[in-house]
C-alpha cells in the first residue's frame, strides 16, 4: 500500500444557521483534531452541495460565512487548518465528474439519505442530489484524505467513498487513491430537540425553541432551557434512571459535554434534584460556554469582506494540494494535458 500523509477532510453545509448540535457534534471535535497535532486537517463548506435543494443566494452566502465564523470563533486557526468554502477549489467538481463515471448506479440507488430525501416525489428530486455521495467522495479523495470524521448519517456515504477509491484503483491498476478511515464520534455528542427528545437538534426545525443557535443571546439561552420539555420527576439517582426520560437524558447529556464530565458524575451531583434547579445551571453553564464564541461569531461576521479573504487565501492553499491530485487522476484516466 502506498503511504498517504495522515490528513482529515471535513465537510458542513452551509444551508443554515449553527446549532449547540452543531458545536458539539461537529466543530468541538474538529478544534480537537486540529490541535492534536497528529493530521493536517481541512475543513470545508460545501456549498456546492447545499444547492442540491434550492437555496436562496443571499441567505447562502451569509450562512456559509457565518459557518466559517463560527469554527473560527470555536479555535480553528485559518493558519493551522485549512478553512475554505467549497467552489472556490474547482477540483472537486472536476473529480466528481471523474467518480460518476466510477460509481455504478446500483450503488448510487442504495443510498439511504437520498431515499430520505427525495422522499416520495423522487422523480421530482434534481440530479445533483442523487449524484451528491460522488461529489463527497471526490471532496475527500481530491486531497488523499486518509480520515474523515463521520456521524451516523454519513457511514454509508464514506463507504461509497472507499468503494470508489478501490475500484478507480483497480480499473487502472495503480494504488492512488486511499482508502480512507472513519473516525467515529462519541455518542454522547449527539444532541437532541429540546422539544422533542428523540428527534435531533437541526437547524430546520420549524420551531426555533427546540435548538440552541450559537448566535442566540444569553437571555435568549435562558428562555430555551427554562421552557425546555422535561418530565415532572425529579432526576433520578442513577444514570440508568434517564432509560425512558429522553428529554431528561438529553438535558443531562448536554450538561455532562458543556462542562466535560461524565453523566454519571452530572447525576451524583444533581441527583434527586428538580428541573426548577437544573435548568438555571444548565443555562449558567451555556450561556458561560458558548456566550464568548457567540459574541465572537458577531463581531468577525460583522467584517464579511475579512471572512471572504479567509476563505479565499484557505481555497488557494487547498488547490495547492488538489490541483496536482486532479492532473495525476486525468493522466491515469488517459486525458491529454
Ligand atoms: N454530506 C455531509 C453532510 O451532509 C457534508 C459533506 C460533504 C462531507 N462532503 C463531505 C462530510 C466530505 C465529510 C466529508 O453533512
Known amino acids: 500500500m502506498a503511504e498517504f500523509t495522515k490528513r482529515i477532510f471535513s465537510g458542513v453545509q452551509p444551508s443554515g444557521g ?27 463548506m460545501v456549498d456546492l452541495h447545499a444547492i442540491t435543494t434550492w437555496q436562496d443566494p443571499e441567505a447562502l452566502r451569509r450562512q456559509t460565512r457565518e459557518v466559517a465564523a463560527g469554527f473560527i470563533a470555536s479555535g480553528i486557526d485559518p493558519a493551522k487548518s485549512i478553512l475554505f468554502n467549497q467552489s472556490q477549489a474547482p477540483e472537486h467538481a472536476q473529480l466528481a465528474w471523474v467518480f460518476n463515471c466510477v460509481a455504478r448506479m446500483g450503488w448510487m440507488q442504495r443510498m439511504t439519505q437520498f431515499k430520505d430525501k427525495a422522499g416520495k416525489n423522487a422523480q421530482n428530486a434534481s440530479l445533483g442530489l442523487f449524484a451528491y455521495p460522488a461529489l463527497m467522495a471526490a471532496d475527500i479523495l481530491i486531497y488523499h484524505a486518509t480520515h474523515v470524521p463521520v456521524g451516523d448519517d454519513q457511514k454509508q456515504h464514506l463507504e461509497l467513498t472507499r468503494d470508489i477509491a478501490i475500484k478507480f484503483n483497480h480499473d487502472f491498476g495503480q494504488e492512488f487513491f486511499p482508502v480512507t478511515e472513519p473516525i467515529i464520534g462519541k455518542a454522547e455528542a449527539r444532541i437532541m430537540s429540546l422539544r422533542d427528545g428523540s ?10 425553541m427546540s435548538r440552541l443557535n450559537l448566535t442566540d443571546t444569553p437571555d435568549d439561552m435562558a428562555k430555551k432551557f427554562r421552557k425546555a420539555k422535561t418530565d415532572p420527576e425529579p432526576l433520578p439517582e442513577s444514570v440508568d434512571g434517564l432509560e425512558d426520560r429522553p428529554e431528561a437524558r438529553n438535558l443531562v447529556n448536554i450538561y455532562a459535554a458543556l462542562s466535560g464530565q461524565t453523566q454519571e458524575q452530572v447525576i451524583a451531583e444533581f441527583a434527586g434534584k428538580q428541573f426548577g434547579e437544573f435548568k438555571p445551571a444548565l443555562a449558567d453553564l451555556a450561556v458561560a460556554q458558548m456566550g464568548p464564541i457567540g459574541e465572537e461569531m458577531s463581531r468577525l461576521m460583522d467584517d464579511p469582506a475579512e471572512i471572504d479573504r479567509q476563505l479565499r487565501a484557505g481555497a488557494e492553499r487547498a488547490r495547492e494540494i488538489a490541483a496536482p491530485i486532479l492532473a495525476k487522476t486525468y493522466e491515469i484516466v488517459g486525458m491529454i494535458a
Open 18 to 44: 449553527l446549532t449547540l448540535g452543531n458545536y458539539l457534534g461537529m466543530i468541538r471535535p474538529s478544534v480537537g483534531l486540529q490541535n492534536s497535532g497528529e493530521f493536517e486537517t481541512i475543513y470545508c
Open 199 to 208: 428527534k435531533k437538534m437541526s437547524k430546520s426545525d420549524p420551531s426555533d
